[in-house]
């Protein structure tokens, strides 16, 4: 079983990230960015002593999962504790292991989104603007910052800081280039500034 809290996985889950990078495919010459990211993850396991902080909720969080969950408070106060505990076990750690940053910034991205479907705003800034502050100290999860820029801008639309909203969102697509999963913040960004602009023009001048 693959543990929560970076504490390293058994041999059987070690054999299976070893065997990853094997089955890499390429339609058309161009590698599939999903399997890109699990090979990233994969080899990163291996690198830092056989370990990943939340891989279940990372993997539910890049496929849109939280927008479910934020129609179930139950459920997303329950996914909220656990982040939560992961980070209260960041906290009482060394930050000098490896992976330290990648690890606190993938918790405090994760731990943003619940406290902003909740309705914790302020909360859930202070953990965006900790991973956009922290950016150019991560190594290998490089697309946490965009995404947290991303996730920001989608708290403004909430709070209808709509200028707030647009920058952040522009930012996440332009100030960020060659990270994981791109093509995807991509079209969730462009989704978002349709509804900045559309947001924009039914507000009373």
């Given at each position: 079983?693959?543990?929560?809290?970076?504490?390293?996985?058994?041999?059987?889950?070690?054999?299976?990230?070893?065997?990853?990078?094997?089955?890499?495919?390429?339609?058309?010459?161009?590698?599939?960015?999903?399997?890109?990211?699990?090979?990233?993850?994969?080899?990163?396991?291996?690198?830092?002593?056989?370990?990943?902080?939340?891989?279940?909720?990372?993997?539910?969080?890049?496929?849109?999962?939280?927008?479910?969950?934020?129609?179930?408070?139950?459920?997303?106060?329950?996914?909220?504790?656990?982040?939560?505990?992961?980070?209260?076990?960041?906290?009482?750690?060394?930050?000098?292991?490896?992976?330290?940053?990648?690890?606190?910034?993938?918790?405090?991205?994760?731990?943003?989104?619940?406290?902003?479907?909740?309705?914790?705003?302020?909360?859930?800034?202070?953990?965006?603007?900790?991973?956009?502050?922290?950016?150019?100290?991560?190594?290998?999860?490089?697309?946490?910052?965009?995404?947290?820029?991303?996730?920001?801008?989608?708290?403004?639309?909430?709070?209808?800081?709509?200028?707030?909203?647009?920058?952040?969102?522009?930012?996440a697509r332009s100030k960020y280039t060659r990270f994981s999963?791109?093509?995807?913040?991509?079209?969730?960004?462009?989704?978002?500034?349709?509804?900045?602009?559309?947001?924009?023009?039914?507000?009373?001048?």
């Amino acid at each position: 079983m693959l543990k929560e809290f970076g504490e390293p996985v058994d041999d059987a889950v070690v054999e299976m990230f070893q065997e990853v990078p094997r089955h890499k495919q390429r339609i058309a010459g161009k590698s599939i960015p999903v399997e890109k990211f699990a090979i990233q993850k994969s080899e990163k396991c291996l690198a830092q002593g056989n370990r990943l902080m939340l891989p279940g909720l990372e993997l539910v969080y890049i496929w849109n999962g939280f927008m479910v969950l934020a129609q179930c408070p139950t459920l997303l106060e329950a996914v909220y504790r656990r982040v939560d505990t992961a980070f209260q076990f960041i906290q009482t750690n060394t930050q000098s292991r490896p992976g330290y940053v990648d690890d606190l910034c993938l918790v405090q991205l994760l731990r943003g989104v619940c406290l902003r479907d909740q309705g914790k705003f302020s909360d859930a800034e202070q953990c965006f603007q900790e991973v956009i502050r922290r950016h150019k100290q991560l190594t290998v999860d490089i697309y946490l910052a965009p995404y947290a820029e991303m996730e920001l801008g989608m708290l403004y639309i909430k709070t209808q800081q709509l200028r707030k909203a647009k920058e952040h969102l522009t930012s996440a697509r332009s100030k960020y280039t060659r990270f994981s999963l791109e093509s995807r913040l991509h079209f969730r960004v462009h989704s978002a500034l349709a509804q900045v602009d559309e947001q924009e023009t039914d507000t009373p001048q």
